[in-house]
């Protein structure tokens, strides 16, 4: 899908009575997409084989990280200034900031990961820290991660998140009926609340801790 129908659609999303906020990630929390890199400062040597520092990197929209409650930390987050012909900015998340830099600033640093959606592997300014989040299972401590601005480096697969206010009832129909009327012809591939995705990330375990 293209950008410009990505974002009427979180406009469409965020008209809906109930609905807080909307944003777009490639790379699911809990899900099976998300794409990992090697990580790389700019003006250090790279590191021998074996000794790559690997993180995963995530395309999202300006509301993304709002929608699922990760704080900016230091700095700022993803804005729709973010743009091709920019300055490519990131946002790293606490333990890869902790494994890159050390006892330094990690703000105005820039990194490089080697993951292209198609856009080539650019170094990015660090613009911002976030919080850590156990994005691939909940039982795995949380990796090192790297958020980039979807129109600077987005795939054109995404998934949407919609965070609505505590006590709304189901808003599944009303989001297929603004899908729908924006493209009839574009198939709603998954509809799931996080509820739905924590319970089916927790099945395995809570099956053997039955037996």
């Known amino acids: 899908a293209s950008d410009v ?6 406009d469409r999303l965020k008209a809906i ?17 998300g794409a990992t890199g090697t990580a790389h400062v700019e003006g250090r040597p790279e590191a021998p084989p074996g000794q790559e520092i690997q993180a995963q990197m995530r395309s ?9 409650g990760i704080p900016v ?11 091709p012909g920019g300055v490519e900015v990131a946002l790293m998340n606490e333990t890869l900031a902790r494994i890159l830099f050390p006892g ?3 703000l105005g640093k820039r990194v490089q990961v080697t993951v292209s959606f198609g856009h080539g592997f650019p170094f990015r300014t660090v613009v911002g820290i976030v919080a ?3 994005n691939t299972a909940l ?8 958020y980039v ?14 965070r609505s206010r505590p006590g709304m009832a189901s808003l599944a129909e009303d989001i297929r009926r603004e899908v729908v009327a924006l493209d009839p012809n574009l198939p709603l591939r998954d509809l799931e609340t996080m509820s739905q995705v924590v319970l089916e990330e927790m099945a395995p375990t809570r099956f053997f801790l039955s037996l």
């Open 139 to 146: 039982t795995r401590e949380p990796e090192g991660g790297f």
């Open 60 to 68: 999202v929209t300006p509301g993304y990280l709002e929608t699922m």
């Open 73 to 83: 930390l230091r700095g700022r987050g993803i804005q729709d200034s973010d743009r």
């Open 149 to 162: 601005p979807h129109r600077q480096a987005g795939p054109g697969y995404m998934t949407v998140a919609v």
């Open 17 to 33: 009575p109930g609905v807080e906020s909307a944003g777009s990630t490639f790379g699911a929390p809990l899900g099976s997409t």
């Open 5 to 10: 129908y990505k974002r009427q659609l979180e």
């Open 132 to 134: 850590d989040t156990r």
């Open 104 to 106: 330094e600033d990690p």
